[in-house]
């Protein structure tokens, strides 16, 4: 009887032998063009913050003598032409997240718990859509329908809670910083919702089926295991959507009646403005120390945008074993 043939040896296994790894020039690519990616983005992002900072220094070292020929800042400090433009965009962004982050969470459930497979692709696509639309479009929107739909809401808020400041002294038509979150909110719905979604449909199946199992009805099962494994993904997802919020323009330069006070006066027109939409309508006449100015109230966003950023990405960070990222 012939002897066996001796085994031929693979490509393979006479990489093994020689302590070649199949595909390693692959592997080297792949991870220069990633690190060059995360590369090239730390050097916009330092680049735009050199920038910022090297256009706004004159006007951030100025004294109030050389700002007083800044028709604008209407012998304003600095400090004082920017502290109401950082109250209004705050304010403007927290009413936007008070609406929007509810919403998002009954939405995002509806889509992952509760509709059918084909309604829930197609309200997810339709959300997703919802960020595609432009700003201005929002902007038209809430002139157009928003303003004239809610005005009898908010008079009739003045007049039966008028007694909250609040509430209090309601002009029509509705171009105040009320009106310019509800927008906003629409506008950071997307964003928020579908973030959460994705979150909610992690939840690990097991914790599903174990609360479902000891006899939850399935709003239980989702108290009980889908909104805490998902807490840091809304709280990421609202900052997220805080950021948004922080940095629009022209759809509150469009419906919000600009002011310059420092109040909560929610439906009175004239009281607030944001930086973003701000910097919008001053700069095509501004020139010289002016535009000095406005970079830096950009200055500004851009460091409390940053700041918003990196909180969410502390919260991710805090609290990953119990992100959908694992």
């Not at 063009?33 to 995360?38: I, K, L, P, R």
């Not at 920017?82 to 403007?92: D, E, M, N, R």
């Amino acid at each position: 009887m012939a002897p066996a043939a001796p085994p031929t040896s693979t490509p393979a296994a006479a990489d093994l032998r020689t302590g070649r790894t199949p595909g390693r020039l692959g592997n080297r690519v792949f991870a220069g063009v990633s690190t060059g990616a995360g590369v090239v983005i730390l050097v916009v992002l330092a680049a735009v913050a050199i920038f910022l900072l090297y256009r706004a220094w004159p006007a951030l070292v100025a004294t109030r003598e050389e700002l007083a020929d800044v028709g604008f800042m209407q012998g304003r400090s600095l400090w004082g032409y920017v502290t109401p433009l950082l109250f209004g965009t705050v304010l403007s962004s927290v009413i936007a997240l008070v609406v929007a982050v509810p919403l998002s969470i009954g939405i995002a459930l509806f889509i992952s718990h509760y509709a059918p497979r084909r309604l829930a692709q197609g309200l997810g696509y339709l959300v997703d859509l919802l960020a595609a639309i432009p700003s201005v479009i929002y902007g038209l929107w809430g002139i157009q329908w928003l303003q004239p739909t809610i005005d009898p809401l908010f008079g009739w808020l003045s007049e039966r809670l008028g007694w909250i400041p609040l509430f209090a002294d309601y002009q029509a038509p509705a171009r105040n910083i009320l009106t310019a979150g509800l927008v906003l909110a629409i506008m950071i719905l997307p964003i928020i919702t579908a973030t959460i979604r994705e979150v909610f449909l992690q939840t690990p199946r097991l914790h599903e089926e174990a609360s479902l199992a000891l006899g939850a009805t399935r709003w239980e099962m989702i108290r009980q295991a889908v909104l805490p494994f998902g807490r840091s993904g809304i709280i990421s997802a609202a900052m997220l959507g805080m950021g948004r919020a922080l940095g629009e323009t022209m759809a509150v330069l469009m419906v919000l009646s600009p002011g310059f006070l420092i109040n909560l006066y929610l439906l009175q027109p004239g009281q607030h403005q944001s930086i973003a939409a701000n910097i919008a309508a001053q700069l095509p006449e501004a020139s010289g120390m002016g535009v000095d100015v406005l970079i830096a109230t950009g200055l500004i966003l851009f460091v409390l945008t940053f700041g918003v950023n990196l909180v969410a990405r502390w919260v991710i960070a805090r609290r990953a074993e119990f992100s959908g990222a694992n």
